[in-house]
């Protein structure tokens, strides 16, 4: 089978069963990469206090090796049991001296008392036979298989397993490159039937899930990095993020996974918000992120009540509508959807708009302090004007339109403002043109683009001496909270009105989608202070 019609396997199909408190018996290992011994026994002991659960110790990262010596130093001194890789050059590592020095390195390991040793496949049969049946007892032999190019089809992936097997494996490995996030299916088909240990992840950022929810779908270990960006392969989190921010002791076979579909989307602070609340109360879920390229395709073939619900954000959110098999009337009306349910009881898609509430609601009350309107909604008669003709841009417009605004579209592209204009009998103009646009001084700015956004902090949609003309700015951008459109705003006296309420307010109604519990409004809030 391939990507475009796979059922990931429900998970209560899991072949393991965990003794202790957490919900899954996945192991996290911490790269071990130092160039020196020394470095090497500072960051085993970091390992120990993250809460790793074993070290890699890569020792082609060395800047020199005295075998004996070196292998009994880190195997005494490591306070966390050991998995010894030596990784070729020609498999991605740094190694590219002899081969049988190289392996003469690893059967060492072994002998000197390694927990496991990482061996190629392509070298595997040769070093399992050269062993002789003298395996230490508590020494468990990897054999792994990277493919730096893509993802196979799961038909030829399980006869990769098959062969891996085959060549003496006690443990088997497979790391893939992800192309498109429904590659990971196929990694998830076949870790969750695997009869025996398996490790199988997908690298890169679109294979971050595969990293994340092994967990769920049985997998026998994981990486988690000591420091951001020092990584052994590509998409590797930090221990730190898979233990706080995705609790993935709690993950387990029953988890229902929920994320944040966009392009780009590892900006994105929903993980942060929902898994923390969702730890607060207990729920049985994990909320990740989705880097999508092809919406419709996400949605085909991530198809089993296991992923629950959705957020969406830029760019996918009209193209989420037509995936929808229901849509609720205000989304419709809008024509963009950011949060999507996967009904549990006919596995239907059911699309909702939260965005308008969230941001029309922060405008309101920064619109009360600053008038102290005491009835009605202070956007009535009101010149509103927002920037971009997208999901959030439409969910913006029809807001301020229900609310007796008179609303002005501002795009890049003139013909798509012009539409969205028609739809809620507004005006329509030219970004370019908006700097020379103040027919009154008392008018209402929305950007609801990514200008602005991590990492083009300094990209603003209008210039700053055109600011003047506006009483409120509100930016839908939150990372960072305060953009360089919000600064200028405030210096050119406006109030100014952040990302960041429009996000905390959508996510109320999409909290309480996803969980049926009432969203705790308060922890909300002392969650996102933090970052």
């Known amino acids: 089978m391939e990507t475009g019609n796979i059922l990931v396997a429900s998970a209560s199909d899991s072949k393991f069963v965990s003794g202790d408190m957490r919900k899954n018996p ?7 990469m ?3 011994v020394d470095k090497m026994l500072v960051d085993m002991g970091k390992a120990k206090a993250s809460g790793a659960d074993l070290v890699e110790i890569r020792l082609d990262s060395l800047k020199s090796l005295s075998p004996n010596e070196t292998l009994k130093t880190l195997i005494k001194e490591c306070p966390l049991p050991t998995l010894f890789t030596y990784r070729p ?16 390195v690893l059967r060492l390991a072994m002998e000197f008392g390694a927990d496991y040793i990482d061996v190629e496949l392509q070298v595997a049969s040769e070093f399992n036979n050269s062993i002789h049946g003298k395996k230490p007892e508590k020494c468990k032999v990897i054999v792994s298989s990277h493919n730096y190019q893509c993802t196979p089809s799961v038909e030829d992936l399980g006869n990769l397993v098959a062969k891996i097997q085959a060549a003496g494996a006690d443990i088997v490995k497979i790391a893939t490159t992800a192309l498109d996030i429904t590659d ?10 695997s009869q025996v240990p398996i490790i199988g992840l997908v690298m890169g950022e679109r294979g971050l899930i595969s990293r994340i929810l092994c967990a769920k779908f049985g997998g026998f270990l994981t990486f988690g990095t000591l420091e951001n960006g020092i990584v052994s392969a590509p998409g590797q989190p930090t221990i730190k993020d898979l233990l706080d921010l995705y609790n993935f002791r709690q993950i387990g076979p029953d988890t229902k996974v929920f994320g944040i579909i966009g392009k780009p989307v590892g900006h994105s602070k929903s993980p942060i918000l929902y898994n923390e609340a969702f730890k607060s109360v207990g729920f049985n879920g994990v909320y990740v992120h989705l880097l999508v390229d092809d919406i419709a395709q996400f949605f085909e073939t991530y198809s089993s009540n296991d992923f629950a619900g959705f957020s969406c954000t830029i760019p ?14 205000v989304a419709k009306s809008i024509g963009a959807v950011n949060c999507i349910i996967r009904r549990q ?4 898609l059911v699309g909702y708009n939260t965005d308008y509430v969230g941001a029309i609601s922060a405008i309101e009350d920064g619109l009360r302090g600053r008038h102290n309107v005491s009835s009605g909604s202070p956007l009535a008669g009101k010149l509103f004007v927002v920037i971009g003709a997208g999901g959030a841009g ?22 798509r403002a012009r539409e969205l204009a028609m739809t809620i009998e507004g005006d329509a103009l030219s970004l370019a043109d908006l700097e020379n646009f103040h027919p009154e001084d008392d008018m209402i700015l929305a950007n609801t683009t990514s200008i602005g956004m991590q990492p083009k902090v300094d990209e603003t949609p209008i210039v700053k001496h055109a600011l003047r003309h506006y009483s409120l700015v509100f930016d839908a951008v939150y990372t960072p909270r305060i953009t360089r459109l919000l600064r200028e705003a405030e210096e050119s006296g406006a109030t100014i009105v952040s990302g960041l309420e429009m996000f905390i307010g959508q996510a109320y109604e999409q909290y309480e ?8 409004k308060e922890r909300f809030w002392k969650i996102m202070a933090k970052y």
């Open 26 to 32: 996945t192991l996290i290992c911490v790269p071990i």
């Open 34 to 36: 130092g160039e020196s």
């Open 89 to 104: 050059t020609w498999e991605g590592g740094q190694y590219d001296g002899d081969e049988n020095e190289r392996l003469d």
């Open 184 to 193: 990971v299916a196929r990694i998830f088909q076949i870790t969750v039937h």
């Open 316 to 329: 996918h959110k009209e193209a989420a509508l037509k995936c929808c098999d229901e849509v609720d009337p």
């Open 345 to 348: 009881n006919d596995g239907k």
């Open 394 to 415: 439409k969910a913006l417009a029809y807001g301020a339109k229900a609310k007796g605004a008179r609303v002005v579209i501002a795009n890049r592209t003139y013909d």
């Open 513 to 520: 989608r996803f969980t049926g519990l009432p969203a705790p």
